[in-house]
């Protein structure tokens, strides 16, 4: 089991970057693949970005290709977020997740077994 810390969000200027982080707990964190998704207000769950077990893989939805960048240290046993030009419609909680022992990295929320709390992320215009 891994337990997962998001933090990092924030409020901040349309155009402005942020960049959050997740730090994970209790088994080896290289075993996991890691994504983030996001929750709007009244919207479903959405995933974002994802990055396999050795980092060698990366993963985006198309609305943030180009502007946000997903990694990992796995001496840290910390996934980050790297989230630049950010949009008004960026707002969202961002969820962390892991997903354990999995040969192809899941870009959808069945995929993955452990959540963080989340992290608001406010992009005003």
């Known amino acids: 089991q891994v337990q997962l810390v998001e933090s990092g969000g924030g409020l901040v200027q349309a155009g402005d970057s942020l960049r959050l982080s997740c730090a994970a707990s209790g088994r080896t964190f290289s075993s996991y693949a890691m994504g983030w998704f996001r929750q709007a207000p009244g919207k479903e769950r959405e995933f974002v970005a994802a990055i396999s077990r050795s980092g060698e893989r990366t993963y985006y939805a198309n609305s943030v290709k180009g502007r946000f960048t997903i990694s990992r240290g796995n001496a840290k046993n910390t996934v980050y977020l790297q989230m630049n030009s950010l949009k008004p419609e960026d707002t969202a909680v961002y969820y962390c997740?892991?997903?354990?022992?999995?040969?192809?990295?899941?870009?959808?929320?069945?995929?993955?077994?452990?959540w963080g709390q989340g992290t608001q992320v406010t992009v005003s215009s």
């Open positions: 997740a892991a997903a354990d022992q999995r040969t192809l990295t899941p870009r959808t929320i069945g995929g993955y077994d452990y």
